[in-house]
């Protein structure tokens, strides 16, 4: 079968839907992942074919900083979001036709889900929904970004603000959908409540994250399948550099402290910042730049070391705590670790993440990146590295270890005679 996976956003948005597109072609698929072409190189890597698809999340907020100052205002975030979809999906409807071109079915994956749901309509094609998120209200708090006091409130006070939540998603996609995608490929309108009510909500939707750190909704419906964390492995095939080698060898597990696909507007103050507060903690240091959360200086310390990247799987299991951003793959993948966390959230979804976490007791409360001060990381990381938290962390490991969210995802689909 051929199979058809549309993905954009930053990497760790990409990854999982790698691993899963890995795992359908080792039961014997053809499978081809359409997304932004900064992506390509990892996608082919892995051994699936590629079909670009508009949607460079790199530029747009390495080059605004404006907006790395607002990503946790819902608000800003919104707008910002409604107008660079309705610019970069001009031309998905052409790369889409192409990328699905001899498909047998389609997967669409977060915000180019709907992108999948018009071409499976225009080529009456089967499509099956992805998320790595829980979008859907539930009597969980919702992903928006919400003060501290507010993931502590009422079930049914968290399924109306999830309600809210979809609607406000719906403005955000709808001038992308409604004025263009759809247009160009010949089909109407959504009606005005927006695609989330009527028999297009019945198909397949298979949700990639664990459900011992968010459970799933009570009143989800049977074709919502939680199926565990969808990882891309790449500790079996890392060769880490001799420094980074020689590191964790001359001493004691470092704190990680990384951002991964987070941009800072004031990186050289921000990583000084961190790098004092680690000391003071009394912890040896592992900073990893990745798209500029951090800034690249000189040490002259032996118990700070500054790398690029290395992948989580490999690295997670030797340091002693992780300090991020709470993006989804990274919290799957300390927690899959067994190692604490301290939560410094910087965009979207992430303050949700870190509640999590402070609820499973393997993070303290989130810290807030504009506000950082050196005595408050350095108390964070000292909660974080005491035997309780360890103690938790640890256990919640073992559970999430055990997990095969591809495995899951892929007889789901066969159960449902999908593939």
């Known amino acids: 079968m051929r199979i058809v996976i549309f993905t954009i956003g930053t990497e760790g948005d990409v990854r999982p839907l790698i691993a899963l597109g890995a795992g359908l072609k080792q039961v014997g698929h053809d499978v081809c992942i359409a997304s932004d072409t900064s992506c390509k190189d990892l996608i082919v890597r892995n051994g699936l074919d590629f079909e670009p698809l508009a949607g460079d999340f790199l530029s747009w907020m390495q080059g605004d900083e404006k907006l790395q100052k607002q990503a946790l205002g819902t608000l800003a975030m919104a707008k910002a979001f409604q107008n660079r979809l309705r610019d970069i999906s001009e031309t998905w409807p052409e790369q889409g036709l192409a990328a699905a071109r001899g498909a047998d079915l389609l997967i669409g994956n977060g915000m180019v889900f709907l992108l999948a749901e018009a071409l499976g309509q225009k080529l009456a094609l089967p499509v099956v929904e992805t998320q790595v998120v829980p979008t859907l209200p539930s009597h969980n708090p919702p992903l928006m970004p919400l003060p501290g006091w507010a993931y502590g409130l009422p079930s049914g006070v968290n399924h109306l603000l999830g309600s809210l939540m979809r609607k406000m998603v719906w403005r955000v996609y709808r001038p992308a959908y409604d004025e263009v995608v759809r247009p160009k490929l010949g089909l109407p309108p959504y009606p005005a409540h927006g695609p989330y009510v009527g028999p297009q909500t019945k198909r397949l939707s298979l949700f ?62 921000f990583t000084s910042l961190v790098i004092e507060a680690v000391k003071e903690s009394g912890k040896r240091l592992l900073l990893v730049r990745g798209w500029g959360g951090l800034h690249d200086i000189a040490v002259a310390d032996a118990n700070v070391l500054m790398i690029e990247r290395a992948p989580h799987d490999w690295l997670f299991p030797r340091v002693a705590l992780a300090v991020h951003h709470g993006g989804a793959g990274t919290t799957n993948a300390a927690c899959r670790a067994g190692i604490p966390s301290v939560v410094i959230p910087v965009f979207g979804d992430q303050l949700f993440w870190a509640s999590r976490l402070r609820k499973l007791e393997v993070a303290d409360k989130a810290l807030s990146r504009e506000k950082l001060k050196v005595h408050a990381m350095r108390d964070a990381i000292i909660k974080a590295d005491t035997t309780a938290m360890r103690n938790k962390a640890h256990a919640l490991g073992q559970i999430l270890r055990l997990e095969n969210g591809v495995e899951r995802a892929i007889a789901e689909l066969e159960t449902a005679k999908i593939i």
């Open 208 to 269: 990639g994250y664990s459900p011992a750190l968010v459970e799933p909704g009570r009143d989800w419906p049977d074709t919502v399948k939680v199926t565990g964390p969808w990882f891309l492995d790449e500790a079996s095939s890392y060769e880490p550099p001799d420094t980074l080698r020689a590191f964790l060898e001359a001493g004691p597990p470092p704190v990680y402290v990384g951002f991964g696909s987070m941009f800072n507007h004031d990186a050289e103050t």
